[in-house]
């Protein structure tokens, strides 16, 4: 299962940047915050580029997260932080002019819930397609091939709580497919709201010297789920390393001392 959805994920990536002719201008991952009974107002900003005329569609999924399995996008199913019912908008498809510049504009109501606490989220997904011409319906011919952007909304609702993250497990990983040494670390965030956590690794020598540090790119935890990350550890020799472990989010820091052994 995992080899196909790499697969089809790296197909998508090659046939959106060879054909996508619409693209999103204020990027995928839109993030609000509200008290109680707020009404938020959002948009999607999309450009056609190319000399035809291009159809898209709009239509609400869940994602749902998990520690052991890859994230799904879904219709079916939903989850107790979901802000689907929240979201309203006035159209769910669009036919764009060449050259047409859209604004797609949308709302997320915050139920009056005063005991409603942390982040919730959805994601829009934008589907670009030609329009269907009555001569290929009659023809029966085939449409090309769709492309799919998948936009992030996510709401923090009321206060947030102090930063609640924890390493839920620390693996060294000897050979992995591309013939790299990796540090595999799985973040637990027990809080309520989302997360941007940040992964430093220092490794120090016998001496106590500081020989290696790495940093990784700051990724979203989501309450109650896990975060992957991966450190590359190739270039350091064979031997024994003491090292520090810090996962940070809004300037605050835990940490674990771990031992690395290579060989």
């Given at each position: 299962m995992k080899t196909r959805i790499l697969t089809l994920i790296t197909l998508f990536l090659i046939i959106a940047k060879s054909?996508?002719?619409v693209v999103i201008m204020n990027g995928l991952t839109h993030s609000y915050s509200g008290v109680s009974g707020d009404v938020i107002t959002g948009e999607v900003v999309l450009i056609n580029s190319s000399e035809e005329e291009q159809r898209v569609t709009f239509e609400l999924n869940d994602i749902i997260f998990s520690c052991t399995k890859n994230r799904i996008f879904t219709s079916e199913n939903t989850h107790s932080q979901s802000s689907i019912d929240w979201f309203k908008a006035e159209l769910m498809d669009k036919t764009l002019r060449p050259k047409e510049k859209y604004?797609?504009?949308?709302?997320i109501t915050i139920p009056k819930n005063q005991s409603l606490k942390g982040?919730?989220?959805?994601?829009l997904m934008v589907n670009v397609e030609k329009p269907i011409?009555?001569?290929?319906?009659?023809?029966k011919v085939g449409l090309d091939t769709r492309i799919r952007y998948s936009v992030a909304l996510l709401t923090d609702v009321n206060l947030q709580d102090e930063v609640n993250i924890d390493f839920k497990s620390i693996a060294l990983n000897e050979l992995t497919t591309n013939g790299k040494r990796e540090l595999d670390v799985k973040v637990y965030n027990e809080s309520e709201f989302i997360?941007?956590?940040?992964?430093?690794?220092?490794?120090?020598?016998d001496d106590g010297d500081k020989i290696f540090e790495s940093e990784t790119d700051r990724n979203m935890a989501f309450p109650g789920?896990?975060?992957?990350?991966?450190?590359?550890?190739?270039?350091?020799a064979i031997g024994e390393y003491e090292c520090v472990l810090i996962a940070e989010s809004r300037e605050e820091f835990i940490g674990a001392n771990i031992t690395l052994t290579i060989d």
């Open positions: 054909y996508s002719s604004i797609y504009r949308f709302t982040s919730f989220w959805s994601t011409k009555e001569e290929a319906l009659n023809a997360e941007g956590v940040k992964l430093t690794l220092e490794v120090y020598n789920f896990c975060r992957d990350y991966k450190v590359d550890l190739t270039s350091l």
